[in-house]
């Protein structure tokens, strides 16, 4: 039995809801503004991250759909988000605007517009009171703001399920490694197959949990809630029920997969075409508008893919796939050219070059390392060691046979700083350097001096060699003339969407003020055909200015 200070209690809380309910409007309207601030300035973010995505795919396809997946949620949600705090933000001004017009005017007097008494019987029972109106409004404005966030936290669960797809996919991989790939499998499966449980239970509103056997949902229950905390869904599970006991708003919920469908798919694929006879990817097909000479191509050049743009921020992020001239307009005496690596190069570098990679393929995390060590360097690494471990021994046999002093020991208080500095002097450039006392340390300096610069040498010449082989599968010509000789290149991360390449300075001393084509020739490796190459071409014209 309640107390009365409890009872009075859950009354006082009762009415402080339904006051806040009454002013919610408020906080509404403040969450909405900053939120549709927040989502509109966001659009750079998701812009760029579409590029990058695309620049940086890699080849397991598993990767791709997930990568896809998460993608595809986050454009729906930023799509979804904007719209429905769009509509919320003017219907609450619309409400704003019909309160303040119900104090100058009060209710809707219809005898008062002189209208036939058919119109006015009409008005009175399909408009109605101007109450009822801006109650309507109220309401409408309310179940758009918490149907906004319930979508969010549903696109919440969604990616969490992505999350977990990624991590029974490296934990499969993992266990494939030790020979236990049988049981990633099945885990993957299981959670696979559950979750689409879940989800048909989600998406009809409970069907799965009207089921009428006991031992059923016992087991069932267990399913639901593992997954309620694996999707986080337990955050909003009060939310969803409120939807789901009202009819109107039942209805709302069940139209959540077309309309994010609708805003996905089928809104953006909406554009005016006015210029009928302008050649297009699709109406000539792609390889012949990208190997056309005649049509100035924005993403083939720097100046042209950021000065389309008033703001940085606004610089349509494609990434580059074949090749970008620095400028359209040549003012210089050299012009500009980069070349990204492809994502089928590994092949090509591999039976083609005989090039060995440098850090691991596909998905990677910071926590992790992703270094592939060279079998060379590992090599020098272990004839180094062996050889200073040799000397290491030959040497303390010799201090303890007396042929050289033992290691003499400073006098007096020491500290870390001492014996840091110890059997240290000043070198010849401000430098620490250690002093060698006898024919071993000698040995061991020389020998470390030798494997340092055999390193130094290797390392060099394999980054030497990476960049003369993405050089050789890169061809330009310019006017038809071969400019592979005149080429100066370096490795180099283009700003564009950080595209990893080699950036070329080629001369234009010799060549004549006005128009000019580079043709470019790329040799792809196919992985259908054992060492077999195919060449791509493009076709791009560019300028030069007597300014230079």
Not at 100 to 127: A, C, M, P, Q
Not at 374 to 392: F, G, H
Not at 491 to 517: R, V, W
């Amino acid at each position: 039995m309640k107390t009365p200070g409890e009872s009075k209690k859950k009354v006082s809380f009762s009415d402080w809801l339904e006051l806040l309910q009454q002013e919610s409007w408020q906080l509404e309207l403040l969450v909405s503004g900053f939120a549709l601030f927040g989502i509109w300035e966001s659009r750079h973010f998701l812009n760029r991250f579409d590029g990058y995505i695309g620049s940086h795919l890699p080849e397991e396809l598993s990767v791709i759909f997930l990568l896809m997946g998460f993608f595809g949620l986050l454009k729906a949600a930023w799509g979804i988000f904007f719209i429905n705090l769009l509509i919320h933000v003017v219907l609450r001004g619309l409400w704003i605007g019909a309160i303040g017009l119900r104090y100058v005017s009060g209710d809707i007097d219809y005898k008062t517009l002189g209208y036939n008494e058919k119109f006015e019987d009409y008005l009175e029972r399909r408009v109605g009171r101007f109450d009822a109106y801006i109650e309507k409004l109220e309401k409408v404005c309310s179940v758009i703001f918490a149907y906004t966030f319930l979508l969010f936290f549903i696109f919440l669960s969604s990616v969490m399920v992505l999350v977990h797809l990624i991590l029974l996919g490296l934990l499969t991989s993992y266990l494939t490694e030790l020979g236990w790939g049988g049981l990633g499998l099945t885990l993957a499966s299981i959670y696979v197959i559950l979750g689409f449980v879940v989800l048909i239970d989600f998406l009809t509103i409970g069907s799965i949990k009207k089921v009428r056997s006991d031992a059923f949902a016992t087991v069932y229950g267990y399913v639901y809630r593992f997954y309620s905390y694996a999707t986080l869904s337990f955050f909003y599970r009060p939310l969803l029920f409120n939807f789901f006991d009202y009819k109107h708003t039942r209805r709302l919920f069940w139209f959540s997969v077309p309309y994010v469908i609708l805003v996905l798919f089928l809104l953006p694929g909406f554009y005016l075409e006015n210029t009928e006879f302008y050649p297009t990817r699709d109406s000539v097909g792609r390889d012949y508008y990208d190997a056309s000479g005649e049509i100035i191509k924005s993403h083939y050049y720097d100046d042209l893919r950021y000065n389309t743009f008033h703001f940085k921020e606004d610089i349509d992020r494609n990434p580059i796939r074949n090749f970008s001239l620095a400028e359209s307009e040549i003012t210089y005496s050299q012009g500009k050219i980069f070349f990204p690596f492809k994502s089928d190069d590994r092949n090509l570098f591999k039976y083609k070059y005989n090039i060995t990679p440098l850090n691991e393929h596909g998905l990677q995390h910071m926590a992790f390392d992703y270094v592939v060590e060279d079998t060379i360097l590992r090599n020098i690494k272990k004839q180094e060691s062996a050889a200073l471990v040799v000397l290491r021994k030959a040497e303390k046999a010799a201090r303890k046979a007396g042929e050289i002093p033992p290691i003499k020991k400073m006098d007096g208080p020491t500290t870390a700083a001492d014996g840091m500095n110890f059997g240290m002097e000043q070198g010849k450039y401000g430098e620490q350097e250690r002093i060698p006392t006898n024919k071993y340390q000698v040995s061991r300096d020389s020998i470390r001096k030798y494997w340092k610069k055999y390193k130094s040498d290797y390392v060099s010449g394999k980054i030497l060699a990476i960049k003369n082989a993405l050089v050789d599968v890169n061809q330009i010509y310019i006017d038809d003339i071969p400019y592979q000789n005149q080429l100066s290149c370096k490795l180099y991360t283009h700003p564009n969407l950080g595209e990893k390449g080699i950036q070329c300075y080629f001369p234009t001393d010799s060549l004549a003020d006005g128009e000019h084509m580079l043709r470019w020739e790329r040799k792809i490796y196919n992985p259908h055909k054992l060492d077999s190459i195919k060449i791509i071409k493009r076709s791009v014209p560019f300028w030069i200015s007597s300014q230079r």
